[in-house]
């Protein structure tokens, strides 16, 4: 891991934590080369999370960093009735408003979950309001090797009920492969995941809130103290992130987002979706149903 000055890049990259992120300086976002472009990557696969402080970009030169690494898209739940639909603006006020104050991985109710996204904080409050993101390779490998095993012949079910779109529902395997680092990662979160798909439904209480509780602790991840102007980068398929819903004033922050790959299986598995229907318990197992057979 990088401890100081980067001198290959000329930039000084900072780490934040013992398990992920960095402050990197010597750069200016508006000016990004395919160089620059190259050497991100690099930095985004060793620490997972960047932060970029002292940038102040506008939403065009904000538009233009994220377009570098792939295509951005609007929000598929949220309408913010945006002049730019690949970019928006999350306000909060003392707390209430777009506040994302449970542990997610951005847009995994979708069949190509995001794979960066790039904000800016352009207004935060002078106490309060930090957020916190997760290493999930740290989360995978401190699995039991049994619990392991299990998690990798798994899928689940996850839905956007938090955005009120029930309906809109994506499965994914429990373990993914990152398709640049190759490292497995635990790939649930509280937020979007509903259930283990090849589990009964008590299976799945039982299970999934363990692994959900297991991928936020505190030795995973790191508390970034925002400033206005910074910006913050992170891979959506080896991350959570949470924010702190702790302040009074105005947060403001902007969002783009780039989308999207396909999670990819840690293994192959034979196990059969659990999906009886001959239960009175058949309205727990809708969901997966309703899933199942908008794909037949």
């Not at 635990?186 to 009964?200: G, K, M, P």
Request: proline letters at 6%; a negative charge.
């Amino acid at each position: 891991m990088t401890t100081a000055l980067d001198t290959t890049a000329g930039l000084e990259v900072t780490p934040v934590s013992g398990s992920l992120g960095a402050e990197v300086r010597g750069i200016d976002l508006r000016k990004v080369a395919a160089e620059d472009v190259d050497t991100i990557l690099g930095l985004v696969a060793e620490h997972l999370v960047l932060f970029f402080p002292d940038q102040h970009l506008t939403p065009d030169e904000h538009i233009a960093f994220g377009r570098h690494f792939g295509k951005l898209e609007a929000h598929p739940n949220l309408s913010f009735d945006a002049e730019r639909p690949e970019f928006f603006e999350l306000r909060a006020e003392g707390g209430a408003g777009g506040v994302a104050d449970e542990w997610h991985s951005d847009l995994t109710c979708q069949d190509e979950p995001s794979i960066f996204a790039i904000v800016h904080m352009k207004k935060c409050p002078s106490v309060g309001g930090d957020t916190l993101w997760a290493n999930m390779y740290k989360a995978y490998d401190e699995l039991s090797q049994p619990m392991k095993d299990l998690c990798e012949g798994l899928t689940a079910l996850h839905d956007a009920s938090p955005h009120g779109h029930p309906e809109r529902m994506a499965v994914h395997p429990i373990v993914r492969v990152h398709p640049i680092t190759g490292r497995k990662s635990l790939f649930v979160n509280e937020h979007f995941t509903r259930r283990i798909v090849e589990l009964s439904p008590e299976e799945s209480d039982a299970l999934l809130p363990l692994l959900t509780r297991h991928a936020t602790r505190e030795r995973f991840s790191v508390r970034y103290r925002w400033s206005e102007g910074t910006i913050a980068m992170w891979d959506n398929r080896c991350t959570q992130h949470n924010v702190l819903n702790d302040f009074e004033g105005e947060r403001i922050l902007q969002r783009v987002t780039v989308m999207g790959d396909h999670p990819e299986a840690a293994a192959s598995s034979d196990y059969k979706p659990f999906a009886s229907e001959v239960s009175a318990k058949v309205w727990r197992n809708k969901p997966v149903i309703d899933y199942l057979r908008s794909r037949n």
